[in-house]
């Protein structure tokens, strides 16, 4: 094993049911009665993108004239209603909605849409057929020819399959089901993947003691802080020359006088990529930097063949697909 230090991995695993790659748009209107008004006047939702970022999110476009004030949209999924109200603004005057939240064993479940908005003093909405990430992936694949789209959409319902099968999830109906599947094929990670490492000189005041790989609507790191006091540090965490700084109040208690501290702005495309986690107090970094990724815990666990090890290789394969699509 390379590496001069051996950092204490922690196998605990969490799902809860709590650069971006837009993978196309789908068009979801299928009823023209579904659409209120005419012309320019039209108030309706357009279409959806799913877009694989730092999670798996489903982008709704809408068109909003100016007539209609105050717009949102509700999303009811999985026996729950969500309203979101902040929206983007894409080139061409259409309001982006996101649906976030869509834990990877849910890839399946239907997401009802409603768009809302104020007429004058009356409240308007209009509705869409209900939509999953899985009907996206269908409709995607019996319309694309390209190789490396067509391999990351079924990387990705791999991925959810195997959620399912981990956390039991509706295992009767597994999102791959009734779809000719063709996803990646696994290879043993060579040492290559080993990016595990603590340099520096350890310090009794505060320290990095252990990283898992965490999955619930999207895949990150959770490092564990070692400290007595920590207020009185800053923890900042980087890949790619992104730098997120988080402080105490970021920290969730654990035990024994540890903390732990989720590093979430792992894009798709980025597991494979380095992350470095220092610490430091009034500005100057103190003990060690730690080296870690996400490949790297799937490097320590690749011989597993339980339903996690499975998992593990299908979040690989994923973003392996990821990386190759983006680029």
């Known amino acids: 094993m390379p590496g001069t230090y051996t950092l204490k991995v922690d196998k605990a695993y969490h799902m809860d049911s709590e650069t971006t790659v ?28 799913l877009t694989i970022n730092q999670d798996i999110n489903v982008l709704y476009l809408t068109t909003v004239p100016a007539e209609f004030q105050n717009p949102y949209m509700e999303f009811e999924f999985d026996g729950k209603v969500y309203r ?34 104020t007429a004058g003093a009356q409240q308007v909405s209009v509705s869409v057929p209900t939509y999953s990430v899985r009907q996206y992936c269908v409709n995607r694949l019996a319309k694309t020819t390209d190789p490396e789209f067509k391999t990351l959409l079924y990387d990705l319902l791999y991925y959810g399959e195997k959620a399912q099968i981990y956390t039991g999830h509706d295992t009767e109906n597994l999102v791959t089901e009734g779809i000719e599947m063709h996803p ?15 340099t520096g000189t350890k310090s ?54 540890k903390y732990y501290l989720c590093f979430r702005a792992i894009y798709a495309n980025e597991f494979n990529d380095p992350i470095t986690a220092v610490i430091k107090k009034d500005g100057a970094v103190i003990g060690q930097t730690l080296t870690y990724s996400v490949n790297t815990y799937i490097y320590n666990k690749q011989d597993r063949t339980d339903a996690f090890g499975e998992l593990l290789k299908a979040v690989y394969n994923y973003g392996n697909s990821a990386k190759l699509y983006a680029e």
Not at 22 to 36: H, S
Not at 210 to 225: D, K
Not at 239 to 245: K, L, M, Q, W
Request: proline share 2%; aromatic share 12%.
């Open 22 to 49: 837009v993978v196309g748009e789908e068009n979801v209107v299928q009823d023209v009665t579904l659409i209120l008004g005419s012309g320019d006047k039209q108030f309706k939702i357009n279409s959806a993108n």
């Open 204 to 257: 009794d005041e505060a320290r990095y003691s252990g990283a898992s790989l965490m999955m619930s609507n999207n895949i990150y790191l959770r490092f564990t802080v070692a400290t007595e006091n920590p207020s009185a540090y800053t923890y900042e965490i980087t890949i790619n020359g992104r730098t997120t700084v988080f402080t105490a109040e970021d920290l969730e208690v654990a035990d024994n006088g």
């Open 184 to 198: 990646s094929t696994f290879t043993t990670l060579d040492e290559s993947y080993y990016k595990q490492s603590l």
């Open 84 to 117: 979101v109200d902040a929206y983007s603004v894409d080139a061409s005057g259409r309001y982006g909605f996101t649906f976030r939240g869509i834990n990877p064993q849910y890839m399946g479940e239907n997401i009802a849409a409603t768009l809302y908005a």
